[in-house]
């Protein structure tokens, strides 16, 4: 078989959009295609034309046939002759010759990716890949009748997934696919549902950022290109106490001026929208999200078959989130995707305060029995802490007096490339809020652990950390934080327990952030594990000598006298 460029094809078919014959602009370019031995789409669609002519009419008339009988990697969503007669009924035409040639050369790129794309590949949400229209498709599957059936943008089902052919994936569906034709911006206005935030969409502009097409000729700037919204309904608004507009605008607008950048009202809507293009898959897999209130994130997360939006844990209080409507979300737009949300939410305003991070608080080792007092050997994988692949560490329950509820991480970390350990590690940390921190990480020492050059969200700290490194005795609380040191526990006797000073960093945005150690250096050795128990965040502006902690886990606050 003749080796192809697959890209030469991406060219072939934006030529055919403008409706250049392929054939033409193949022999201008001297490209000879080449096919397996295999039949192809195209050859399927024409062994089975009681199944596929009209598609196959579609595809001669747009000119397009040669593409999908040339050797490649395509996956395409075949509507039958009944889906194509649905189609030609519902848009008044009596034959798809009938049908403009743009509104023809659209349905063929919607129907069309250039991968292979098998239902093993599908997700509650969007298709790894766009269509060749630009346009992501959602799949999902329908249970009826006693049997479950694949379904592509919540109507068309696929009656046939997964036929082989030579160079792709053929899905037969039983209705045509039609592109979104409509903004985020039109969405909301075209439901009265969403009366008010469509209001509010327009006093303070952000109807019309909404409202702009991906890039274009009009629309240079890519990185505007898609966008996500989260809109509140009327319904939602009124049981916050916002039964109007006005209501809402009179709450929170306090210049006056709703397009005030600085404007609560201005920000509240900013909030709700999301740079990228974020269907429910998306969201599910981070964390956070950016918004387009400056430095202002929503934290999400799944819990069970519900998809929570700030559901947060602040200082040590629980805070309710609010749901994503599965069923009325992932709606496409022609720039975006709008989400329905099913409870008022806003930016919080909030002071920075400590965290105190213990780094084995992970969620899948508190489950298990051996979590307090017992050990947890040859753990290779943790939501909230990665580390180099090919090794693994350990949890240590019975860590000493000196750790923080007695426990502690045990990991494999080497500052030597040549040594065969795991050469960083990092943790997820808690939500901390915006300002700035002094940064201390406490451990117990180990003479053979090494240098690490410590990083938050890729920032380094000014403090190299030597894990062999012993604390200070004998000296005054002061003299020790002057010499970069304290106790975080009662256990103040042993110098083995140490807090160490890494320096102070500016956390840009309320989130969780990313703390992580690079070995550097082999210190006093490299041949053993690295025992680590806290990180803390402290305001730069707040006492960081206390609060110290009790190695049950409890507060021990700073002596009054």
Known sequence: MKTIVKRVF???????????????????????????????????????????SEFRKVLTLTKTAA??????????????????????????????????PEQLMDLVKYHIMEDTVATTKFTDGKLPRLTMYGQYLITGVNSAGGSAKFTVNRSTNIITPN??????????????????????????????????????????????????????????????????LMVESDEVLASAGFPTYESLKAR???????????????????????????????IVSATSHSTFAPFEVITTKQQRD??????????????????????LSDNSASNGV???????????????????????????????????????????????????SGYTINY?????????????????FAGNPSTKRAHWFEFDTPL????????????????????????????????????AEYGIRNVSDSEMEALGFKWHTEQTGSSNYVCRYLGTLDIATTDKHVIRFEGIGTGAGDGNGTWIDMVHFIPADMDQLWPRFHTNGTIIQKPTN
């Open 10 to 52: 991406r060219r072939i078919f934006e030529i055919a959009c403008a409706l250049v014959l392929i054939t033409a602009a193949c022999k201008k370019d001297n490209i000879i295609y080449s096919t397996t031995s295999d039949v192809n789409i195209l050859g399927y669609l024409d062994e089975n034309s009681s199944t596929y």
């Open 67 to 100: 593409f999908l009988g040339a050797y490649g990697e395509y996956t395409v969503f075949a509507p039958t002759n009944e889906a194509i007669s649905a189609y030609l009924k519902e848009k008044g035409a009596a034959s798809v010759e009938a049908l403009a």
């Open 163 to 228: 036929i082989r052919t030579g160079n792709g994936i053929i899905h037969a569906i039983d209705k045509v696919l039609e592109p979104a034709n409509k903004t985020i911006a039109e969405m909301v206005a075209a439901d009265p549902r969403f009366s008010i935030f469509n209001q509010m969409l327009k006093e303070t502009g952000f109807f019309d950022t909404l409202n702009v097409l991906p890039v274009n000729n009009t629309n240079p700037d890519s990185t505007r290109r898609w966008q996500t």
């Open 252 to 282: 929170l607008c306090k210049t006056g001026n709703p397009k005030n950048p600085a404007d609560s009202l201005y920000l509240f809507a900013a909030y709700h929208i999301l740079p990228d293009i974020k269907y429910l898959a998306d």
């Open 306 to 327: 519900e998809i929570l939006v700030n559901d947060d844990t602040f200082n040590g209080i629980h805070e309710p989130g609010v749901g994503i409507s599965r069923p």
């Open 338 to 388: 709008l989400h329905v949300i099913g409870g008022h939410f806003g930016i919080k305003v909030r002071s920075p305060y400590g965290v105190y991070f213990d780094v084995t608080d992970q969620p899948e080792l508190m489950s298990q029995p051996a979590f307090n007092g017992g050990v947890i050997n040859g753990i290779a994988k943790l939501a909230g802490v990665r580390w180099e």
């Open 396 to 412: 240590q329950g019975n860590a000493g007096a000196g750790h923080f509820k007695g426990n502690r991480f045990m990991i494999p």
């Open 432 to 467: 901390i809020v915006r300002g700035r921190y002094k940064v201390w990480v406490s451990y117990r020492t180990n003479t053979r652990s090494p240098l690490a050059q410590v990083y938050v969200d890729g920032n380094p700290l000014a403090r190299i950390i030597n894990f």
